[in-house]
Every structure is written in C-alpha cells, then in structure tokens.
C-alpha cells in the first residue's frame, strides 16, 4: 500500500513539475513572440523615415543658409497636420518587452522625431511673421532633432531588427543560476 502511495505521489509531482515548466516555458514564448513582433514593427515604421531624413536635413540647412544670405525660401511652405506614428502609439505599453536599453532607444529617437515635428510646425505656420535670426535659430533646433533621431534612429533600427529576427531560447528561473558555473 505504502509502495503505491509513493507512486502516486511521483506521479502527482512529476505532473506539476511538467505543467510549471510547461506553463513557464509558453508565456516566455508569448512574450517573445509579441517582443518580436513589437521590434519588427517599429522598425517597419523607422525604416519609411529612413530615406528622408538627409532630404528634411538639406532642406533645413538651406534654409538657414538662405537667412544668412536674404533670400526668401519658404514662400512655397505651407502648414500640414502633424503625422502620427501609429505603431509606436499603439505599442507603447509593449516597450518592456524590448528589453531596458532598447525600450530607452525607442522613446528617445520618437520624442526627438517629435520635437522636430512641432519645431518644423511652428517655422511652417509662423515662419512669415518670425525675424530672420528667429527663423535661423528655430531652422538650426529643428535640424539639431532630426539629427538626433537620426543618429541614434540608425542604431535603434540595427537593434530591432536583431531583435524581430532572433531565435527563441526559453529564460529559465534558474539559468542566471547555472551561468555563474559555465
């Protein structure tokens, strides 16, 4: 009787054992899996931004060339609405899934894209009534965003592409463990 009690009692933790593992092991991969897809997608969105960047910097180092010299050049400006970057809207409650560094990469070069984007908002609707040095100041903060988020837009884009295309290992709860003995 006492033979199939310890039995049962193995088989019960061998049960729960696999089904913790299981159940460990599926949820690192869900949130893997939707880190991936949060990684990819942002670098979708980065990537469309990519090709213009040099164009807006030219333009803007026009610009400010052009108060120097007394020219008018944005006559041919007019105010749009301000774009909106829906993935990063939508995945921002995602960020951690990243991992700290990139999740930090991420909102530094969006904040910068949007600090270019108001700055580039008031020169378009305000440039008329600005003086030639405000104009210039405002030309060289707009560009000084866009070269932030541009700078460091490249190496975020490298990141998450690393990250969309990495392969899935499962974290254990004791594989900080084992590493200090390898």
Not at 12 to 37: C, H, Q, W
Not at 98 to 114: D, R
Not at 163 to 173: G, K, T, Y
Request: glycine residues 4%; contains cysteine; charged residues 25%.
């Amino acid at each position: 009787m006492s033979e199939t009690l310890i039995v049962a009692l193995i088989a019960g933790s061998v049960t729960l054992v696999v089904a913790f593992i299981n159940t460990f092991v599926s949820e690192s991969y869900k949130r893997f899996r939707d880190g991936a897809t949060v990684a990819a997608s942002l670098a979708g969105e980065l990537a469309a931004y990519e090709d213009a960047w040099p164009m807006l910097s030219d333009f803007l180092s026009s610009v400010v060339s052009a108060t120097e010299l007394e020219k008018p050049i944005l006559e041919a400006l007019r105010p749009i609405e301000r774009p909106k970057d829906v993935v990063y809207e939508k995945s921002i409650d995602k960020l951690g899934l990243l991992g700290v560094q990139t999740a930090e990469g991420v909102v530094y070069v969006y904040s910068n894209i949007n600090a270019f984007r108001i700055a580039l908002d008031v020169i378009s609707r305000d440039h008329a009534s600005m003086s030639k040095e405000e104009l210039k100041n405002r030309c060289v903060a707009c560009k000084a965003a866009l070269d932030r988020a541009a700078t460091r837009g490249e190496v975020l884009l490298g990141t998450l592409r690393a990250r969309a295309s990495a392969r899935f290992s499962p974290e254990w709860p004791w594989s900080h463990w084992l590493a200090l003995f390898s």
